[in-house]
T-cell receptor, first 114, second 112 residues
C-alpha cells in the first residue's frame, strides 16, 4: 500500500534560518504529491503540489521538487518567519483508482522564534 | 461561498452516547472524505464518498457510519461513542482525482 514518511519533529528554528523537512513516499504508479500546512486551531490548507516527476511546487517562499528516483518530496524555505510556525504534512494521491484519497505523513511541528 | 463547513466545532460526549457530525460543501465537488487527526499519526481516512449515492470504507472505519445525503452533504455518525474516538475530525472535498483536497475547519470531539 501507499505510505508517506516525514522527518521526526518537532523542529525549532530562529527567524531567517533555512528550513528543510524531509518527506519520502512509497506508492504504486505515478502519484501526485502535496504539502499541507495547519495553523493552530485551523484546518489544513494546501501549501504546494507537484503532479509529475521533476516538477517543482512553490508557494509563499516554500519549495519542493518531486524526485522519482529517490521517492522524495522535501520541503524547503530559505528564510523562515515566526508566522511560518505550524504543522506541515506531506501527502500523496495515487489518483483515479483511489478516487483522490490522500495518504498523509505523521506531520512535522515547526516553531520559529524571533 | 463558504467552501467546506463542519458542525459542531466542539463536542463532549459520554461513553455510549451517539452523535452525528455534519459536513457541507458549496463547491459542487463530487468526492467527499472524513478523516480523524490524532497526535503523531497524521490524518487517517475513516470513510469517503466518490460520488453522490456511494460510500466506501477508509483506513479506520470501525465504530463509524456515514451518509451521503446529497451532493453537498456528507455526515459521520458515531453510534456508541468510545474514549478511543476522542480526536479532531476533518471533512474534505475534491473536484476530481489528482487535484488537491479542500478541508473544513474541523470538529474537536472528546469522549469521557
Amino acid at each position: 500500500g501507499n505510505s508517506v514518511t516525514q522527518m521526526e519533529g518537532p523542529v525549532t528554528l530562529s527567524e531567517e534560518a533555512f528550513l528543510t523537512i524531509n518527506c519520502t513516499y512509497t506508492a504504486t504508479g505515478y502519484p501526485s504529491l502535496f504539502w499541507y500546512v495547519q495553523y493552530p486551531g485551523e484546518g489544513l490548507q494546501l501549501l504546494l503540489k507537484a503532479t509529475k516527476a521533476d516538477d517543482k511546487g512553490s508557494n509563499k517562499g516554500f519549495e519542493a521538487t518531486y524526485r522519482k528516483e529517490t521517492t522524495s518530496f522535501h520541503l524547503e524555505k530559505g528564510s523562515v518567519q515566526v508566522s511560518d510556525s505550524a504543522v506541515y504534512f506531506c501527502a500523496l494521491s495515487d489518483g483515479g483508482t483511489s478516487y483522490g484519497k490522500l495518504t498523509f505523513g505523521q506531520g512535522t511541528i515547526l516553531t520559529v522564534h524571533p | 461561498n463558504a467552501g467546506v463547513t463542519q458542525t459542531p466545532k466542539f463536542q463532549v460526549l459520554k461513553t455510549g452516547q451517539s452523535m452525528t457530525l455534519q459536513c457541507a460543501q458549496d463547491m459542487n465537488h463530487n468526492s467527499m472524505y472524513w478523516y480523524r487527526q490524532d497526535p503523531g499519526m497524521g490524518l487517517r481516512l475513516i470513510y469517503y464518498s466518490a460520488s453522490e449515492g456511494t460510500t466506501d470504507k477508509g483506513e479506520v472505519p470501525n465504530g463509524y457510519n456515514v451518509s451521503r445525503l446529497n451532493k453537498r452533504e456528507f455526515s459521520l455518525r458515531l453510534e456508541s461513542a468510545a474514549p478511543s474516538q476522542t480526536s479532531v475530525y476533518f471533512c474534505a472535498t475534491i473536484p476530481q482525482a489528482f487535484y488537491e483536497q479542500y478541508f473544513g475547519p474541523g470538529t474537536r470531539l472528546t469522549v469521557t
